[in-house]
């Protein structure tokens, strides 16, 4: 089977950056994908990691070490409008995503 | 660019009933895949569909079924509704082969009652 873990809750104060861990147990990995989604909200890609390193996009980063069966999803500079649920997701070859449970980030003025 | 769309956006069903949810994918994208999410918790995949055949399916029973049309839009069809489909349904939208983006519909929102 397949199986991801990150932390169900992070708080973190305006400006500050905060780091979201993703441990996951799979088979058939293609790569690692971060999802953003805000309540009520459909799930709004990120950022996405088939190699191994990290991917920069504007105050987002994302790493994956396929090694280490690990990655992380880095905000920076964060916004309240930042606070919502983000999931990291497994993907296949054939293009389907297996999610973690997701966290909620809470951003405090 | 149209993106993901989805309909109906909520509905409310009753135990029993069926239900039948559409989803036109982003212009350009040929495969469409049906994902579940309860309250609180990840989406989880129902099944794929490519070159109007189902692909790749989840760990779901067969009430729930799914077809695709030529112009590559799909529907998804739970029957024999319980309490426990109480979910928001989102339909993910991309292109076969090479890495590209997967894209997500705002989803339908089915309570059943």
């Known amino acids: 089977g397949q199986s991801l873990e990150q932390p169900s809750e992070v708080t973190a104060v305006e400006g500050a950056i905060v780091q979201i861990n993703c441990t996951y147990q799979?088979?058939?990995?293609?790569?690692l994908s971060w999802y953003q989604q805000h309540d009520g909200g459909a799930p709004t890609f990120l950022s996405y990691?088939?190699?191994?390193g990290l991917e920069e996009t504007g105050r987002f980063s994302s790493f994956l070490s396929r090694s280490d069966s690990y990655g992380y999803l880095l905000l920076q500079e964060l916004q309240m409008k930042d606070s919502a649920s983000y999931f990291c997701?497994?993907?296949?070859?054939?293009?389907?995503?297996?999610f973690g449970g997701g966290t909620r980030l809470m951003v405090k003025p | 660019d149209a993106g993901v769309t989805q309909s109906p956006t909520h509905l409310i069903k009753t135990r029993g009933q069926q239900v039948t949810l559409r989803c036109s994918p982003k212009?350009?994208?040929?495969?469409v895949s049906w994902y579940q999410q309860a309250l609180g918790q990840g989406p989880q995949f129902i099944f794929q569909?490519?070159?109007?055949?189902?692909?790749q399916r989840g760990n779901f029973p067969d009430r729930f079924s799914g077809h695709q049309f030529p112009n590559y839009s799909s529907e998804l069809n739970v029957n024999a509704l319980l309490l426990g489909d109480s979910a928001l349904y989102l339909c993910?939208?991309?292109?076969?082969?090479?890495?590209?983006?997967?894209?997500f519909g705002e989803g339908s929102w089915l309570t059943v009652v």
């Open positions: 212009s350009g994208h040929d495969t």
């Open positions: 799979t088979s058939g990995f293609y790569g």
């Open positions: 990691n088939a190699l191994d």
């Open positions: 993910a939208s991309s292109l076969t082969g090479g890495q590209n983006t997967i894209y």
């Open positions: 997701a497994v993907r296949n070859a054939g293009n389907m995503l297996t």
């Open positions: 569909y490519y070159e109007e055949e189902e692909r």
